[in-house]
């Protein structure tokens, strides 16, 4: 690893193209989605193909143990259209099975992130098939899209510099979670240590599981031996996950929920999903600017005052998200209410620009209303001007770390985003999906033409609604609330990581104004995320996108010729 990772910032140049560009996390996947492309492939497919190839060359991050959502727009129709691909918590698990296996009976207010328990039946699989199956070009098969997957986990390839650092990470991890698994056995493992940069690896068992799913498609995991070997991994550590909670898993198409800012819509996945934060606070500001309480075009950017805005609306729209945000066939989630007008210009009376907000003090965001990074995200567009944001997660560092070690991946811990509550939203149930952090974003002009694809990776710093160089965390100090989804509002006092380079008045301004604040340097810098974007450039009828790749990360925008 180079040293002059830590000391300096670097740059990357924009990237143009008028047929299309693939932005990821890697430049292995980068180039899986290329390769798509240049097969008479779409943008969702190219996506597919760089999520496929993701979970081979950055497992940290992603796998087919986790989940993802997707935002697609077809130009022609300019219709912006989402799935869901989160899976569900065990149907027979219960609040008390928590408490009896992870804490002798006695009462938890979350499902600890290495627990079994904490593992929901994987959904990226049937939604990548699920979105081929609609929103698909017809010109290439599902075998096609998973090849270079299959090629990278069969062959191997050489590991890169942030994805070592983050796989060092989670080293004792994957020893610990998998006692039975001889480290020298295991495939996420090279001679039994995390490798290093540069460092060749292969997963064979990976790439049998993938080659499964390119014949068979989703049956091939839900139905088939990879959920067999799912079943007999979770029944060794005695979670109720069953087969049946496989078989039975299934994929939502969803309408995206958006709202207008200036001359643009922002559009996100709605509820599981914490897309809502992003408007919620985007919808503030906007309100601020509307009554002249704050005036957009004067702020500078990364000032003292221009932060605490963005803090405080944040903060804000994290404690409304931990009141609200629960599986809608579960719970109430009135995002309609939530994001008009006057509940945002209600929310926005709370902002004080000489003063930190006290969450304690914050109610409900609706009167009356009774409740009862680790990521990969990828960006492509095509030559014809279709748009895919798209995003898939284990959740924390190779999820919970728990190996299926037939088929050489690790299965999504998103059950610790429950709380075991009972009566609010977001709750424990059998058969619900927990409150989500992983957001795609989209935005459109006012008529609907494509703006832009976007979207960061990094548990709560997802909601990011600037180039983010701050994140909220809860205090390690502070007492869990139990409440929501375990975000940054969900204890009484919200620490604000702001990136080396800020300046030192304006993180002793912020820290006047009453906040907590940390400095992140070096490789933690990606506690920011590993943001990519694709933009419309495009003038007098010629395509043109732009497109970045956060330096944070090791990946890369690569252009379609």
């Avoid at 609609?134 to 986990?153: H, N, R, T, Y």
């Avoid at 932060?307 to 066939?329: N, R, Y």
């Avoid at 380079?501 to 400095?519: A, C, F, M, R």
């Avoid at 506690?527 to 450039?537: D, M, P, S, V, Y």
């Amino acid at each position: 690893m180079s040293d002059n990772f830590l000391k300096f910032n670097s740059r990357r140049s924009t990237v143009y193209s008028t047929r299309g560009i693939v932005a990821s996390s890697q430049p292995l996947a980068s180039a899986a989605g290329i390769k798509i492309l240049s097969l008479g492939g779409n943008a969702l497919e190219a996506s597919i193909a760089v999520s496929a190839a993701l979970c081979v060359v950055e497992p940290t991050s992603t796998g087919i143990g986790g989940d993802c959502f997707v935002l697609f727009q077809l130009k022609e129709s300019k219709k912006v259209e989402g799935i869901n691909g989160c899976g569900r918590a065990a149907a027979k698990l219960t609040i008390r099975d928590v408490f009896d296996l992870e804490n002798n009976g006695n009462s938890l207010k979350r499902i600890p992130n290495q627990s079994v328990l904490s593992i929901t039946v994987p959904g990226a699989i049937a939604a990548w098939q699920d979105s081929f199956e609609k929103w698909g070009s017809g010109k290439v098969s599902f075998e096609q899209i998973l090849q270079p997957a299959i090629d990278l986990a069969n062959d191997g390839f050489g590991v890169h510099e942030i994805a070592s650092d983050l796989w060092n990470k989670c080293e004792k991890k994957l020893i610990s979670q998998n006692p039975k698994v001889d480290p020298l056995q295991n495939p996420l493992l090279l001679n039994g240590k995390a490798p290093k940069e540069g460092d060749f690896i292969d997963n064979k068992p990976l790439a049998d599981a993938l080659r499964l799913i390119a014949k068979n498609g989703k049956k091939a995991f839900y139905e088939g031996p990879i959920a067999d070997a799912i079943i007999k991994t979770t029944d060794a550590k005695h979670h109720k996950l069953t087969k049946e909670d496989l078989i039975k898993h299934e994929s939502t198409f969803v309408d995206p929920i958006s709202i207008e800012f200036g001359d643009y819509k922002v559009w996100e996945i709605p509820p599981n999903g914490q897309g809502l934060v992003v408007l919620i606070a985007l919808g503030i500001i906007r309100e601020l600017n509307n009554l002249g309480k704050i005036n957009l075009s004067t702020l500078k950017h990364n000032s003292s005052e221009y932060l605490h805005l963005l803090i405080e609306t944040l903060k804000i729209a994290f404690k409304d998200a931990d009141e609200i945000i629960g599986d809608p066939k579960f719970d109430e989630v009135p995002v309609k209410e939530i994001l008009s007008s006057d509940n945002l210009r209600r929310r926005a009376k709370l902002f004080n620009p000489d003063k930190a907000l006290d969450l304690a003090t914050v109610e409900s965001p609706l009167p009356g209303h009774h409740h009862r990074s680790n990521t990969v995200y990828i960006s492509v567009t095509d030559s014809e001007g279709n748009a895919c944001s798209f995003i898939n997660s284990v959740y924390y560092g190779f999820g919970s770390g728990i190996l299926v070690d037939d088929f050489g991946f690790c299965l999504t811990n998103r059950g610790a985003n429950f709380n075991l509550t009972s009566g609010l939203n977001n709750c424990l149930e059998g058969g619900k999906r927990p409150y989500h952090t992983i957001i795609p974003g989209f935005i459109t002009n006012l008529e609907n033409d494509f703006f832009a694809s976007y979207g960061n990776m990094g548990g709560f710093i997802q909601p990011s609604i600037d180039s983010p160089r701050f994140s909220l965390r809860p205090s390690e100090l502070g007492i869990d609330t139990g409440r929501g989804g375990g975000g940054p509002a969900s204890t009484e006092v919200t620490v604000v990581q702001l990136e080396d380079g800020i300046p030192e008045d304006v993180i002793q301004d912020l820290q006047k104004l009453g906040h907590s604040t940390e400095v992140i340097s070096g490789y933690e810098r990606s506690t920011f995320g590993r943001a990519q974007i694709i933009k419309n450039e495009s003038k007098s009828g010629k395509l043109l996108h732009s497109g970045g790749s956060d330096l944070r990360g090791d990946g890369a925008a690569v252009p379609f010729l």
